[in-house]
């Protein structure tokens, strides 16, 4: 459930834009943006990993999307309404923060930088309706396949499910509980579909099942 980063901005105008804002290192689970804030800044992920995410009073989490170098967030801001999410660092990171108003001047000097704003735009409304889908139409199995075929690293000829994303993050970023999401991954571990090799890892052993 990962959105397209294709759409990310050149590292011209990044170079650019970095001059219009400050860097600052966010730690591990620091939270960088709480969701009901006002929103006042555009956020550069230079290096590091993020998370966008929402939460219950319970503490239970839906997890957006994963944020990777050179994605920008927080465009929101552009109507002056409150944060519909929360973002918090994964690891530690590092951003550069553009408050609104270069921003409003960096558009005006720069349009490509607007022509971009707007394809992420379009892109994060493609990719909440995906979310919306996924969560309405498929069952928590069906999510869970997704996300691991998303995720999977090729190594040689061998796909493998990276350490960092644990049980409880695929229930976080499928809808579910880390009870259903164990349940699932046992029953393709015994069904010969993934093995764990000697660091513990998920491995595919052979394409995963549509359904189950």
């Known amino acids: 459930m990962q959105e397209d980063s294709s759409n990310n901005l050149s590292p011209e105008l990044l170079s650019q834009l ?3 804002g400050d860097a600052k290192w966010y730690g591990r689970n620091e939270l960088l943006i709480e969701e009901g804030a006002v929103s006042d800044a555009l956020y550069i992920l230079i290096a590091g990993q993020l998370k966008v995410f929402t939460q219950d ?7 957006y999307n994963i944020l990777q170098p050179g994605e920008f967030f927080g465009e929101l801001f552009l109507d002056g ?3 519909s999410a929360s973002v918090k660092a994964v690891v530690d990171s590092q951003c550069i923060v553009v408050d609104h108003l270069a921003i409003r001047g960096f558009m005006k000097t720069y349009p490509e930088f607007a022509e971009c704003l707007v394809y992420k735009l379009i892109a994060r409304l493609r990719h909440a309706t995906q979310l919306s889908k996924s969560l ?3 069952d ?3 999510r869970t396949v997704d996300l691991l075929n998303q995720v999977a690293l090729n190594e040689g000829d061998t796909r493998v499910v990276p350490l960092t994303l644990t049980q409880q ?3 976080d970023r499928v809808g579910a509980t880390r009870e259903m999401i164990n349940h699932i991954l046992r029953d393709l571990i015994r069904g010969g579909f993934l093995a764990r090799d000697e660091q513990k890892r998920l491995v595919f052993s ?5 359904r189950w």
């Open 57 to 63: 009073s319970k503490g239970r989490e839906l997890v």
């Open 140 to 142: 928590v199995y069906e």
């Open 81 to 83: 309404g409150l944060r």
């Open 136 to 138: 309405a139409l498929h």
């Open 206 to 210: 052979k394409m995963l099942p549509k």
């Open 18 to 20: 970095a001059l219009c």
């Open 169 to 171: 993050e695929i229930a």
